[in-house]
């Protein structure tokens, strides 16, 4: 028996409804009989942590709907046993979305357990690290590049705007999205960020403050081929306005909010495309095959670095309640080990 099999506790973040309305993070053990009934069991050696999980952190019911819970959409690590028999100990496995971290006990733990059509091989050509700088947002903003290609997006067409640039599906969308060869302009709030933003390969950056005015109007001035929001709210129908004829905007994201007025104009005048980009319940031959672009043809090396903090599971707590408060920058990856 392995040092990981005889384990009789892990370690995990525990989320808890201390009064009505107010959340606590704490790092507890727990005993191994606290895992769900699943079949897979994996000892998780990285995580990471998502705009998602700070809302699960903060009580969001929409994401979590009971306590105490432990959040964590991503997690990447060793298998311990797989009672279907489809895994193997020792196997290195990806587990991102379905309801882990949701409903289900999540990646902000040394364990996990799990259904079996939810995990997925690491590839071979990506560390395990890796694959959590890049975890669901990775996966996201890769799916959104492939939604623009699938619609026609050239490099020749013009700028790819990409707003919340410096959160993490918008900073690997910026990545990606420079290495496919398409000047990007790269919309923030936090301007003291364009050189991590230029860095990432972006051909300029733009204050949120540019598409304000946009809202007063039925359609604007086009000035990009193509999108990616990652924000949602009216920030979303204020890109559409100004995006050029037969252009398209890959949405994914809400944290401005889930709702905005809109109107036909970009629609019908301008043959404008709005696609919806989901990462949570892809079907896994597709999640695999998208592991697998980004472990090749798009993988982005360099900078996965310049996007990585390296984290503890103790310093969760912290980081999560920066990014609720919408301070994150890049992507925390936790480390177990740390």
Known sequence: MTELESKAFYR???VEEVAAGKFDQSIVERALSCLPDNPVQVAVTHSCLNYKDALSAFGNRGVTREYPHTPGIDAVGEVLEDRTGTFHPGDTVLVTGYDLGM???GGLAER?????????RLPAALSARESMILGTAGLTAALCVEKLL?????????????????GGVGSIAVALLAKL???VAAVTGKLESAEFLTGLGAWKVLDRETLVPFASKAIAKPLWAWAVDTVGGETLFNVIKALAYGGGVAA?????????????FPFILRGISLLGVDSVELPLTKKSAMWEKLAGDWYIGDQLEAIAEDISLEQAPEFLARLHRGHGIGRYVVDMAR
């Open 12 to 14: 995990a973040m525990l």
């Open 103 to 105: 409903n289900t006990a």
């Open 112 to 120: 996990i357990a799990v259904p079996t059509e939810w995990v997925a």
């Open 150 to 166: 699938e619609a026609g997006a050239s490099p020749n067409d013009g700028e790819v705007l990409v707003t919340g640039a410096t």
């Open 181 to 183: 060869g398409f000047r």
């Open 252 to 264: 994914c994201g809400m944290a401005s909010g889930a709702q905005f007025q809109a109107n036909v």
